[in-house]
């Protein structure tokens, strides 16, 4: 048998389960804040074509207007300046092969928990590596902070008079990861930087690190917890957006059971 006639009847057994990393994406949707003077990106619109009316008496469509890093989403390389002379850096022209890889998931949600603004750094990935083995070339690193569980907006931005506060990474902690060669970092919350990131050095480090070394980010995950350290799947296919620097999607985790 071959290994994808194994996979389909794995998968139709329920030896292989699917596992949604997505969050729903609608008017509802959680919007990321700059401050002045900085160009806000959008929320959802969804503008219905028709419904069965006079419009289109047999079918429903609708329009959507939205910025491409909206929801569950991709950050490609040109998104940051430090990705913009990258190979292969956009939306319509990242190899499909680099959508699909193993998910590392390091679970760092009891820190968390204790502090909102509690950064990923080298002494907990080598930990984890030497718990579970060595991070792969090619992986997708999936930070679980239960981050996802905060379904009201504002606890989800957690705003206050000195910012927004959320997890995120220590510049060296990108670095590291970059060392492994991954695909790219995933997170549960609004972006793949901490939320007082603005203030580091450099400004925004992961997005800085990340995509300087032509590597991708996933924003807004959920379902993390569902995931084993090792051994899942994960498939994270961008629009094909023509020179687009991001995209929402639907992200995909193959779990065996
Ligand atoms: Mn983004």
Redesign the pocket.
């Known amino acids: 048998m071959s290994s994808l006639d194994a996979f389909v009847k794995d998968l139709a057994a329920g030896r292989i389960q699917v596992v949604d990393l997505t969050q729903p994406l609608g008017p509802d949707t959680p919007v990321i804040a700059l401050p002045e003077p900085f160009t806000a990106s959008p929320g959802v619109t969804i503008e219905t074509l028709s419904r069965y009316d006079d419009g289109g008496p047999a079918w429903y469509w609708n329009s959507l207007h939205l910025g491409e890093?909206t929801g569950t989403?991709f950050?490609a390389p040109v998104?940051w300046i430090t990705g913009k002379d990258q190979p292969q850096n956009r939306c319509d022209t990242i190899p499909a092969e680099r959508f699909v890889g193993p998910a590392c998931v390091i679970d760092v949600s009891a820190d968390v928990k204790d502090d909102a603004d509690f950064l990923l750094t080298p002494e907990r990935i080598l930990n984890w590596e030497g718990e579970h083995g060595r991070i792969p070339a090619g992986a997708w690193v999936l930070l679980r902070t239960d981050w996802s569980k905060r379904t009201d907006p504002s606890d989800f931005l957690n705003v206050d008079e000195t910012g927004p506060h959320s997890p995120g990474f220590r510049k060296d902690a990108s670095e590291l990861l970059v060392e492994r060669d991954i695909l790219g970092v995933g997170v549960e919350t609004i972006?793949t930087d901490a939320g007082q990131a603005g203030t580091f050095y450099p400004p925004f480090p992961n997005h800085t690190i990340m995509h300087g070394a032509g590597k991708f980010?996933l924003?807004s995950l959920t379902n993390l917890d569902r995931l084993p350290p090792t051994g899942a799947l994960v498939v994270a296919a961008p629009l094909k957006i023509v020179d687009g620097s991001?995209s929402p999607l639907r992200v995909l985790a193959f779990v065996e059971r």
């Open positions: 890093h989403h950050d998104h972006g980010g924003a991001g």
